[in-house]
């Protein structure tokens, strides 16, 4: 039974330039959820997703954009970056939209770096 | 600013020894976890408690949950090399997850 899965592992843009991860949940899971954690921080929520729709957001600029697929994957996509992007992003899966009571299982994540 | 403050930020041990951890808020959550990450992974779920008071034990870690529910303790006892790691918590409302910036745990053999 496969855990979460992300590609790429790791990436290296360019300031400006847009950029796409991806997210294979837990088998049996349906809800996604991304976290961007910078360099000695604690994860910070960006959004999650559950039956292909947006459904709760963190402080993120619209920069920060997302989409699942109908099954269940989900896309993570950065418009424009800066150099304060860089940071290794998380995928989580769970069953069931929202936080409370929903075991969230973490992918190993991508590291992206903004040069 | 963390919502959620964890201390000590850097905490470095001799096997054998025991520790805490603490995660402070100003805030009350409806549900707080704890959570270990490796380098290279993702953090995993070692406790999810809930109730005020609350304390659970995993093998030689005890979790406690503040009877306002707005602080949590983490003790380990007789730590061990396979015990390093970055030790997360994480505070849960319904729409929303926040979590602290971690104690990075190293236990020397």
């Known amino acids: 039974d496969a855990g979460v899965t992300q590609s790429p592992t790791h990436l290296i843009k360019t300031r400006g330039q847009q950029v796409t991860l991806r997210c294979s949940p837990k088998?049996?899971?349906?809800?996604v959820s991304w976290y961007q954690q910078a360099l000695g921080q604690g994860p910070q929520f960006i959004f999650q997703?559950?039956?292909?729709?947006?459904?709760q957001r963190g402080n993120f600029p619209d920069r920060f954009s997302g989409h699942q697929f109908p099954n269940y994957s989900s896309e993570l996509n950065v418009n424009a970056l800066l150099l304060g992007d860089s940071a290794l992003y998380l995928c989580?899966?769970?069953?069931?939209?929202?936080?409370?009571?929903?075991?969230?299982?973490f992918g190993p994540g991508t590291r992206l770096t903004v040069l | 600013t963390q919502l959620l403050e964890q201390s000590p930020q850097f905490l470095s041990i001799q096997e054998g020894e025991n520790l805490t951890v603490y995660c402070n808020s100003s805030?009350?959550?409806?549900?707080l976890q704890w959570y270990r990450q490796e380098p290279g992974e993702g953090p995993v779920l070692l406790v999810t408690?809930?109730?005020?008071?609350e304390v659970k034990k995993l093998k030689r870690l005890t979790f406690q949950f503040g009877d306002a529910r707005k602080d949590s303790s983490l003790h380990i006892t007789a730590a061990q090399p396979g015990d390093t790691g970055l030790y997360l918590c994480?505070?849960?409302?319904?729409?929303?997850?926040?979590f602290g910036a971690g104690t990075r745990l190293t236990v020397k053999p």
């Open positions: 989580a899966s769970s069953l069931g939209s929202g936080f409370l009571g929903n075991e969230q299982f």
């Open positions: 994480a505070g849960a409302y319904n729409n929303d997850m926040r």
């Open positions: 805030s009350v959550f409806s549900s």
């Open positions: 997703y559950y039956e292909e729709e947006e459904r």
């Open positions: 088998s049996g899971h349906d809800t």
């Open positions: 408690v809930v109730t005020g008071g």
